[in-house]
């Protein structure tokens, strides 16, 4: 059974920066995808930018531009670099992980970490 670490996120005044790493356990597969997503109280999970083991990315167009996603496939973590954040940012980001190569869908993946929160104060 695979688990996601998140790590990073907390508190900073809107147009600062923060990090989010992801590390995958048990994570044995080749070929795979890992993503952050969102989600606010009352709110729909939201992707927010994936990554995938033959290189590609993709991002929400809420984020284009001021997050980027790098993933470490040797290692097998995803780090997410936010800047310029908004207060429309804060939210809890969670990773997740998909055996396949799958799109920015929640339901695509089915691995996840507890999440970590990211408040973006105005």
């Known amino acids: 059974q695979m688990h996601l670490f998140e790590s990073g996120g907390g508190s900073v005044p809107a147009g600062g920066s923060l990090r989010l790493s992801c590390a995958a356990s048990e994570f044995t597969d080749n070929v795979y995808t890992m993503a952050w997503f969102r989600q606010t109280p009352g709110n729909l999970r939201e992707g927010v930018a994936l990554g995938t083991s033959d290189g590609r990315t993709a991002y929400a167009n809420s984020v284009k531009g001021r997050f980027t996603v790098s993933l470490d496939s040797s290692i097998r973590s995803l780090t997410l670099e936010m800047s310029n954040l908004r207060p429309e940012d804060t939210a809890k980001y969670y990773c997740?992980?998909?055996?396949?190569?799958?799109?920015?869908?929640?339901?695509?993946?089915?691995?996840w970490g507890r999440g970590t929160q990211v408040t973006v104060s105005a």
């Open positions: 997740a992980a998909s055996n396949w190569f799958v799109g920015l869908r929640p339901e695509d993946f089915k691995y």
